[in-house]
């Protein structure tokens, strides 16, 4: 999305995030005393440019103007776990009003205090970031992606794609809590199926292509759940996939259009949309701990026709009609 286009989706200047601003700019929206917004973002500005771009849209709408009624703090992590810690910290430091993030973790192991909304956590019961979706407590709160629920439909979903699938890869940084509640998913659903899922571990960039060249010939797709990782090295994880011959399952869209086969999962662009809602709420005074975690309540089933064509698969017709998007 280049820079022109993503600036008419927020609604006009207005609503354009600060990351986008000149530097002046935003040192004068600095100089204010604005509600503050610290927002980390796992990955990049470019992978995150949709989802940011719903968020602040939603700002817009609900009375929220960068610059005028409230300021953003724009952080990068660039798939960095040390970094996202980094982010955290200087957040705490800054005194945001409220911290919005994608897992939340990390934010919640920097500050006690400072409310918390996460927009897309896998598993926010699973992982302990919650004690409940109904009374979250403490100081986070948010949406769920019921990532370890639909382990087992995506699974259904890749063996209608490759019918005759026996042994799957599961690729993903297992140091995260989230990555190893989704592996227990999947392997409740691949005993019912009738699969063996291994491991394929990456804790860095580097990992990516080692991982691949020893998982040529020993399996026949590959699922990769939703990680900083992955994402910020989605085109490197689809090109390498692509030259493996890997039919590939995500749980996000925004792989699909770097390349990967299939998607099913929550539009995680709604769901930072939603989280523009919560902190709304949070700014006007809402306790997190009051605020129930939200569900997503519809799920987008996304094909790449070119990726299918390229590594030789013949998509059933029925599974085509049932996308809520076709790639070609």
Known sequence: MNRRAFITLLGGAAAAPSFLWPLAARAQQRAGKLPTIGLMGAGTPQ???QWIAAFSQRLHELGWIEGRTVAIE????????????????????????VIVTAGGAVARQATSVIPIVFAISADPVGTGLVASLARPGGNITGLSLLATDLAGKRLEVLREVVPGIRRLAVMADFRLHESVLEMDGLQAATKTLGLDATRSEIGQADDIAPAFEALKGRVHALYVPANRLANTNRVRINELALGARLPTMFGFREYIESGGLISYGPNTAELFRRAGDYVDKIL???????LPVEQPTKFDLIVNLKTAK?????????LL????????
């Not at 009609?321 to 070609?328: P, Q, S, T």
């Open 310 to 318: 390229a590594l030789g698969l013949e998509l059933p017709p029925t």
């Open 321 to 328: 009609a049932r996308a809520d998007e076709v790639i070609e």
């Open 47 to 49: 992978g995150w440019s």
């Open 284 to 290: 006007h005074g809402a306790k997190p701990a009051d």
């Open 74 to 97: 724009y952080r990068w992590a660039e798939g960095r776990g040390d970094r996202e810690a980094e982010i955290a910290a200087e957040f705490v430091r800054l005194k945001v009003d």
